[in-house]
């Protein structure tokens, strides 16, 4: 019988978080499994991964992609991060961590696309919104799903939708993406949890469709159909195995699980 995960609670019929990606993101992480000095430590579930992915594919870099069980934290891992988390970066002999730090720091490497503009203003405002979606959108989500009471589903649902409102309003108005016809900084960070709110929060919450003919519906589409985002976003069923542990809000599902609960930041 497999070693059970510590979320399933000793319960084999639980489900729990997947340690290989599936569909497009496994043909993507096999087309990148051979050695390189740019090397991405994640786990195909983590949408934090999901942001440093989406960058190096956008922007045409090369890299070795490296599945680690975060919770079993390996070596190879804990060298370049010593709490264990992911993503975290290697490039030569030197590692990093931390989503947002990541994709600043690919962007500092000055190679492939851009995905901050050269305006200096333009570059505050959308760092500016990347923040907004860390502190404001990214907690709601977790708050949200880990809702067991219908009343504080219905209280996070609609604080969640108050702060995307405000992402919305800030963003192009002729779209699709956040300042326009490209996707940039802003697109990429808040792309992982579009992607979940249909894949986990629509068939665990009840999550509904962007309104037809919406700004936000013109976004949420371009940001699915982006060729970056399809190649390393997993099958639906990945998405449902591995956040049922977060619906159900068990014990020792996660460290953002953990920081939620108890009312503090993400870790």
Same mark, same amino acid.
């Given at each position: 019988m497999?070693?059970?995960d ?8 639980k489900?729990?978080?997947n ?5 497009a ?26 942001r440093?992915w #989406?960058s190096?594919e956008?922007?045409?870099?090369d ?12 070596k ?9 988390l992911?993503?975290?970066?290697r490039?030569g002999?030197?590692?990093?961590y ?9 962007e ?5 696309e !851009?995905l ?8 505050a405002?959308?760092r ?8 404001? #959108? ?15 589903q #219905?209280?996070?649902?609609d604080e ?9 309003d800030?963003?192009s ?19 992982p ?10 068939p665990y ?11 936000w519906?013109?976004w ?10 399809e190649?390393?976003t ?6 449902l195995?591995?956040?049922?542990r ?9 460290e953002?699980?953990? !920081?939620?609960n ?6």
């Amino acid at each position: 019988m497999p070693e059970l995960d510590s979320n399933q609670n000793g319960d084999a019929n639980k489900k729990t978080y997947n340690k290989k990606a599936t569909g497009a993101a496994l043909r993507t992480a096999d087309a990148h499994s051979d050695d390189h000095e740019l090397k991405l430590f994640g786990s195909c579930f983590c949408p934090f991964v999901h942001r440093v992915w #989406i960058s190096l594919e956008l922007k045409r870099l090369d890299y070795q992609y490296i599945e680690v069980d975060v919770y079993r934290k390996p070596k190879l891992l804990l060298d370049v991060n010593p709490r264990g988390l992911v993503p975290a970066l290697r490039h030569g002999d030197w590692g990093c961590y931390e989503s947002t730090v990541l994709m600043e720091y690919l962007e500092d490497l000055g190679e492939g696309e !851009a995905l901050l503009p050269t305006d200096p203003k333009l570059r505050a405002h959308s760092r500016l919104w990347a923040d907004h979606i860390n502190r404001h #959108i990214v907690p709601q989500f977790y708050r949200y799903l880990q809702a067991q009471d219908s009343k504080d589903q #219905i209280e996070h649902a609609d604080e969640m939708k108050g702060q995307l409102g405000k992402l919305i309003d800030a963003a192009s108005k002729d779209g699709p993406f956040f300042l326009g016809e490209r996707m940039t900084f802003v697109d990429v960070q808040i792309a992982p949890w579009v992607v979940r709110m249909k894949k986990v929060l629509k068939p665990y919450r009840g999550w509904p469709d962007p309104e037809p003919g919406s700004r936000w519906v013109k976004w949420v589409n371009a940001i699915e159909a982006h060729a970056a985002v399809e190649a390393t976003t997993s099958d639906e069923q990945l998405y449902l195995d591995s956040y049922e542990r977060y619906a159900e809000n068990r014990p020792n599902t996660s460290e953002v699980q953990k !920081a939620i609960n108890s009312g503090r930041g993400l870790p």
